[in-house]
């Protein structure tokens, strides 16, 4: 196996430390050490006699690195191999297992599951998509939909029609919820309602719309357009973004062009990733401590 040698070694520093070797697989997202450039690997080929990679970044642009040494695979320095030298020096089992988008380890072959009585309620379409893209893998493993409200104004009548009890559990994401706010006291009425309290959980993010809990990062921008006073935050946003904003056509195609920025958790702020995280284990813990887990 390859060794950790990046920069000299001093005298009496411990051993190197070997690595695991990795095939050079197109769609594996790696980190160059000596750049920083991120990546996913979209084409392995030969270039003046050597193995070289082609890193794919978030914004489309590609760079291309020699093999070997100088990676980082989920934070762990790996030695970046020929698929074929990897397939004769290491067994299967070294392989790095899949990582879904929510970071959690993909479950293979995957029986479908009925779904559970139990389910995740969030405000609207694009709150939906989002939860469903970085964390679909995970729901489907547990059973669990998620289901847009359109709004949480009658959010008590909701939660009263829904009749939720031991089995039949609710978590509910709430945009701006914040200390003093209209949707902190819409969460108290709907937690007042019987059978709520122990099978009704109401969490929130503080911002505005789910779109900002997008790293603004993720965009190339170092920051969310301010959205002066009395405009449609929507609209404020593509307008400050430089994108059509006219239409209900121009907000659906801005959603889906900032959506298809977002690869995994790493692309969304803490603040909703905690909440969404916090949600699933509730709607799950009655399962687990049957199973003893």
Known sequence: MGTYDWGAQEIGAPKRRELRKVPAAVGLLLEDVQTGWVGEVVRVEKAGGMRVVALEDRHGRTKSFRTGFGFLLEGEPVELVDP?????????????????????????????????????????????????????????????????????????AAVRDFSPGPGRRLGILVDHLVAGSKEERIAAAAMAVPGARGNVLVVG?????????????????????????????????????????????????????????????????????????????????????????
């Open 84 to 156: 074929a030298v990897a397939q004769a020096s290491a067994p299967p089992a070294q392989a790095a297992p899949a990582r879904s988008a929510s970071g959690s380890v993909v479950v293979r072959n995957l029986k479908a599951r009925t779904a559970r009585a139990s389910r995740i309620w969030v405000e609207g379409k694009h709150d939906a998509e989002l939860v469903e893209k970085v964390w679909g893998h995970d729901l489907r493993v547990e059973g669990i939909v998620v289901e847009p409200l359109h709004g949480v104004d009658d959010l008590a």
């Open 205 to 293: 993010h503080p911002y505005v719309d789910v779109w900002q809990a997008i790293r603004p990062s993720v965009l190339g921008i170092p920051a969310w357009p301010v959205v002066p006073r009395g405009t449609d935050w929507k609209t404020g946003i593509l307008r400050g973004l430089g994108w059509p904003s006219q239409t209900p056509a121009d907000v659906a195609l801005g959603w889906k062009r900032l959506l298809g920025n977002v690869r995994t958790y790493a692309d969304l702020e803490a603040s909703l990733l905690g909440r969404v995280e916090e949600v699933i284990d509730f709607l799950t813990a009655e399962e687990s401590r049957r199973d003893g887990s």
